[in-house]
């Protein structure tokens, strides 16, 4: 006959790998406490790093850059003398004039600048002041529609045409005398 008692039956239908308490403790141990200290870890490993936010290099920079104004000012000089034709070609016109980028007539061309010199100063002057076609407005910058319509004039003159310099309108104190 077969021994089929109760404690021999147990014995063979246990099989799992925690076989007494010590090792369930362990366990159990293991299986929550582990995961805590690998979460902290993350959170610790994320946290330490200094790095900015996406740009928030420089915070005071960053806040004044979204909260500025939409018009500034800005306060020139107006007893300064007004720069020569050539002095305005050097410093803005020449990037695209000098190697008739996008369309520009080169200076000197005078077959590029033949068909506008016609057209007169006043035109030559609109046309650079408010843009034409790829050529961006120049008025409203560094330099004033005076000196602008100079460079226009130094511009066409060495395609050879015969326009006259711009000058500089009489000071309010200079008109009055005049008058009188």
């Not at 928030?56 to 034709?85: H, M, W």
């Not at 100079?150 to 066409?156: I, L, N, T």
Request: proline share 7%.
């Amino acid at each position: 006959m077969s021994d089929n008692t109760p404690a021999t039956v147990h014995d063979e239908d246990h099989t799992g790998p925690v076989k007494n308490p010590k090792q369930l403790l362990l366990t159990v141990f293991f299986s929550f406490v582990v995961p805590i200290f690998v979460i902290i870890g993350l959170v610790f490993y994320v946290t330490s790093d200094n790095k900015p936010a996406a740009g928030a290099v420089n915070l005071e920079k960053a806040l004044a850059a979204r909260i500025q104004k939409v018009g500034t000012i800005e306060i020139r000089d107006v007893n300064r003398p007004a720069r020569s034709g050539e002095e305005v070609f050097k410093a803005q016109c020449t990037n695209c004039h000098t190697a008739g980028l996008v369309g520009a007539p080169k200076m000197g061309d005078t077959a590029a600048w033949a068909p506008r010199i016609p057209l007169g100063y006043e035109t030559l002057l609109n046309s650079a002041v408010k843009g034409k076609n790829a050529m961006g407005a120049q008025g409203g910058g560094d330099f004033s529609e005076l000196e602008i319509g100079r460079a226009v004039v130094y511009m066409a003159n060495a395609a050879g045409g015969k326009l006259a310099e711009p000058t500089a309108p009489a000071a309010p104190a200079e008109a009055a005398s005049a008058t009188k």
